[in-house]
Structures are given as C-alpha cells and as structure tokens.
C-alpha cells in the first residue's frame, strides 16, 4: 500500500470552513470582505491524506464475506428479473 500523502492547507481556517477562496493574506481579503478579519487565522498548514488507492486494496477475504453475505439477497430479488437470468 503507498505510504498517505500530505496535503499542505494555504487557507486560513475561517475561509476553510467557510469553503471560500483564500489569499493568504494577513487578514486575507475574504474574511475581510466578511468582517471576520479577527478570527483570520492559519493552522498548522499539513494535513495527511489517505491513500487513493487504499479502499480497493483490502484483503479478498472481506469481499468473499460480502459476497456470501449478498448471494441470497440478489437471488431472492432475481424472481422480479425474469429477463437477466
């Protein structure tokens, strides 16, 4: 499995959670713009990502427990499906 990335945050924490674009300034211009340029600040900036690969990379065992789990389901819905047989 590839080891997480890190994802270096650039927004301050207000424009972060406001989901707005940030400057970078100090205060930057949005939350200046929104009169919140007292609570204008920056976190610590790196932020781990989870690997993009890591959800398809369990082991097989878990799908064969799904798989099981799933069979009886789709056959006892197959009677509504005549024509996918």
Not at 9 to 29: F, L, Y
Not at 74 to 82: E, K, M, N, R, Y
């Amino acid at each position: 499995m590839p080891p997480a990335s890190r994802k270096i945050n650039r927004s301050c924490q207000e424009c972060t959670r406001r989901k707005v674009k940030c400057d970078g300034g100090h205060p930057c211009a949005a939350c200046t713009h929104n009169q919140t340029a007292e609570t204008c600040e920056y976190g610590s900036g790196v932020a781990v990502m989870p690997s993009a690969g890591a959800p398809w990379q369990r082991p097989l065992s878990s799908f064969k427990s799904n798989q099981a789990h799933w069979r009886p389901i789709v056959a006892s819905l197959a009677c509504f499906f005549p024509d996918s047989q």
